[in-house]
């Protein structure tokens, strides 16, 4: 698996050799509780203190309002769940069709179960056929029983990014939280938070080159706030239980990281990008891509090869040592197409043959040629043993 070309970033990231070295020594020589009062907890203490300046600085805003998480879907949940509670007099709930289930099931959950004995009104928020959302759609949903809108910064199949500070603006004017699960975002494009109308955002490091099990939150210094996790008095009373202090660490350095390289991201990445998905349309017949061509992530390609399977496609690539995706790894297992790509009207011939390939900083203009080589042949051949192998005669000249 070291020779692997990885192309499902979306999913998960290698962890970086300068994160792995940062994040040794708080696993064995000072492993001390950040909160115990001698020099082991203090030299933990103040690596907590560095990687929230980090992240900090990663995201634009303050230490203060950096909260860390064990993942991304705990601080989605924490997010949305603290903006309920502290609106109990507010009912309703706007979100859109394409978010991740950490924002897209539980809302759905609340809506339809309840909590505690009370349910919410939900507006899940249609696409178009880009995968964008309509502005006007926005502003129309939210009313005055609104307690929360929540809308991804980018969609985690797609790559679509949608426009925050524009929803953001609209959710102030009308006196709503807004919170935006920017776990794909991060370290991708630019955050400046103290620029922007964002009262709570979400990351999780494993997207960004950290370990898995750590995650933020950020919290506008102002904003009524409730913790999910009860039980301490961690991060400043509002997430109960000992920081992982190693991987905290880790994600400190990951974010310094993603600030210095973020350039590198928005061309030489893209532009592999761009070259894949321009010779890979141009090879194989009946293929599209999904999503808006522009406003979208530098990394993230979206195509759809019509009259063949996605889970074929992904295990003839895995035999020539290619990992890809054909969706989001937290949906993987479900033979129905991607919930994005329905909400987006794909085709259903083609939501089902849709491949993700994601980049990093770490891919090769060579891996990028390795695909081109080995990906067209391999759709020629399922199409050739599917029974709708027929409908595509351009396939078979």
């Not at 897209?104 to 939900?122: D, F, I, T, V």
Request: charged share 25%; hydrophobic share 40%.
């Amino acid at each position: 698996m070291t020779e692997a070309i990885y192309f499902d970033n979306n999913a998960t990231t290698r962890i970086a050799d300068e994160v792995r070295e940062a994040m040794a020594p708080y696993l064995d020589r000072l492993y001390g509780n950040p909160h115990s009062m001698h020099t082991f907890g203090e030299l933990a203490g103040r690596a907590v203190n560095t990687a929230r300046e980090q992240v900090a600085h990663l995201l634009g805003c303050r230490p203060e309002e950096i909260i860390f998480t064990s993942c991304g879907t705990e601080s989605n949940n924490t997010a949305i769940l603290s903006a309920l509670e502290t609106r109990p007099d507010k009912d309703h709930i706007v979100t859109t069709r394409v978010e991740h289930p950490a924002v897209g099931g539980l809302c759905r959950k609340l809506s339809e179960q309840g909590l505690a004995g009370k349910r919410w009104r939900l507006t899940e928020l249609p696409v178009d056929g880009e995968g964008m959302l309509s502005l006007p759609d926005v502003g129309n949903a939210i009313d005055g029983a609104t307690a929360a809108v929540s809308v991804m910064w980018a969609n985690n199949e797609t790559g679509v990014v949608f426009p925050v500070e524009r929803i953001g603006g609209m959710c102030r004017d009308k006196g709503v939280l807004f919170h935006t699960d920017a776990v794909q975002a991060v370290g991708k494009i630019p955050v400046n938070l103290s620029e922007l109308p964002i009262d709570m955002l979400s990351l999780s490091g494993h997207k960004l080159h950290a370990p898995k099990g750590i995650g933020a939150l950020y919290v506008r210094g102002g904003v009524r706030f409730s913790p999910l996790l009860i039980g301490g008095h961690q991060e400043r009373n509002r997430r109960g239980g000992t920081e992982a202090v190693p991987n905290i660490v880790a994600l400190g350095k990951a974010a310094e990281l993603a600030a210095g390289r973020m350039e590198d991201e928005r061309t030489r990445v893209r532009a592999m990008r761009d070259r894949l998905e321009r010779e890979l349309l141009a090879r194989c017949p009946d293929a599209r891509v999904n999503g808006h061509r522009e406003s979208r992530l530098p990394n993230t390609a979206n195509i759809s090869f019509e009259y063949v399977e996605g889970e074929s496609i992904l295990l003839m690539l895995d035999a020539h040592g290619i990992c890809a995706s054909s969706g989001s790894a937290c949906t993987s297992g479900s033979l129905e197409p991607s919930h994005v790509m329905r909400a987006m009207g794909v085709p259903y011939t083609a939501a089902h043959g849709s491949l993700r390939m994601s980049l990093s900083v770490y891919n090769t203009e060579a891996e990028v040629d390795r695909v081109i080589e080995v990906l067209p042949p391999i759709i020629r051949r399922l199409r050739d043993i599917s029974p709708f192998g027929r409908r595509a005669p351009a396939e078979r000249t």
